[in-house]
């Protein structure tokens, strides 16, 4: 395994102490051994930049509050214009609730106007 150093963008580092249940350090200690990191400090700075690099990924999106009509036919207009579409994707092109939207598509099921793939 690759061990990364990392450093910030003006090359200064920082501490910052942190408090762990000992019960998470044996933990990290076991990860340690196990997979041969040179510390727990290695450990918790691999740890922390890819958890940062995850959340970075993470899409933020702010939902609209429209009535079940306009969301129907909102639905409705995105689907006229594409082959398939996946329910999360819906949900966050139209900025939608996605338990409102699979509300609806079961809705638009039962009229005819979509089927599941």
Do not use: C
């Amino acid at each position: 395994m690759l061990h990364n150093m990392v450093q910030t963008l003006t090359g200064k580092a920082r501490m910052i102490p942190i408090r762990l249940p000992e019960a998470r350090v044996n933990k990290i200690d076991e990860i340690v051994d196990t997979l041969g990191f040179k510390s727990r400090t290695d450990f918790i700075r691999e740890a922390i930049e890819h958890y940062v690099k995850e959340v970075e990924l993470v899409k933020v999106i702010k939902l609209r509050e429209i009535s079940r009509e306009e969301a129907k036919n909102e639905i409705r207009d995105y689907l006229k214009s594409r082959d398939k579409a996946w329910l999360d994707e819906i949900a966050d092109d139209l900025r939608l609730d996605f338990a409102f939207v699979v509300d609806i598509i079961e809705e638009l099921e039962k009229d005819g106007f979509v089927k599941e793939v």
